[in-house]
């Protein structure tokens, strides 16, 4: 089985740096992904790491250790439109063809102006 | 915009009765995901359909089951509702060769 860790809520101010942490315990492991939830609306792609290190993308970085079981999203330049909930999925080797992605439970993250 | 299309974006049922929710994705994603996402939690696996056949499933029952069309849309039925299945259902889909899924904007089901 698997086990995704965040925290449940983090808040920053605008014009900050803020990590978001995931650690996860899974029988394989073939992948981990950050997506990005607006309330109501659906998740959008942020991120895919499959080889340990840090991948940047703009504004936003994520970084993975599979010897850890542990990743981080690192927002810079926070803006208030980042309010949203991050959800750290992992896809764990034993889904075979089947592209499951298994969920954290999403880290809430408030920017205060 | 991710291309992906569902519909209807909300519906109210009540306890026992049965649903179709409808999910349209690009042309050349072959592979679609139906995901649960109850108020405050992750999205949960349903199952997923590549090729117009079921390749993975999660833990739901069978009175959850789907189809997928060869023109890229596919539907989730669930039979017997039950008050817990009140949640936002996302479909996902995948293009050819690529590992990430891209997400629709969900239908939100309320069970009464």
């Known amino acids: 089985g698997q086990n995704i860790d965040q925290p449940t809520e983090m808040t920053a101010t605008e014009g900050a740096i803020v990590q978001i942490n995931c650690t996860y315990q899974?029988?394989?492991?073939?992948?981990l992904f950050w997506y990005q939830q607006h309330a109501g609306e659906a998740p959008t792609f942020l991120s895919y790491?499959?080889?340990?290190g840090l991948e940047e993308k703009g504004r936003f970085s994520s970084f993975l250790s599979r010897s850890k079981g542990y990743s981080y999203l690192l927002l810079k330049e926070l803006q208030m439109k980042d309010s949203a909930s991050y959800l750290c999925a992992v896809r764990d080797a034993l889904s075979g063809s089947a592209r499951q992605l298994t969920f954290g439970s999403g880290t809430q993250l408030t920017v205060l102006p | 915009e991710t291309g992906v299309t569902q519909s209807p974006t909300h519906l109210i049922k009540t306890r026992g009765q049965q649903v179709t929710l409808r999910c349209s994705s690009q042309?050349?994603?072959?592979?679609v995901s139906w995901y649960q996402q109850a108020l405050g939690q992750g999205p949960q696996f349903i199952f997923q359909y590549y090729r117009e056949e079921e390749n993975g499933r999660g833990n739901f029952p069978p009175r959850f089951s789907g189809l997928q069309f060869p023109n890229y849309s596919s539907e989730l039925n669930v039979n017997a509702l039950e008050l817990d299945d009140s949640a936002l259902y996302l479909c996902?889909?995948?293009?050819?060769?690529?590992?990430?899924?891209?997400f629709g904007p969900g239908t939100r089901l309320l069970v009464l």
């Open positions: 899974t029988s394989g492991f073939n992948g």
């Open positions: 996902a889909s995948s293009p050819r060769g690529e590992e990430t899924q891209y």
């Open positions: 042309s050349g994603h072959n592979t």
């Open positions: 790491n499959v080889l340990d």
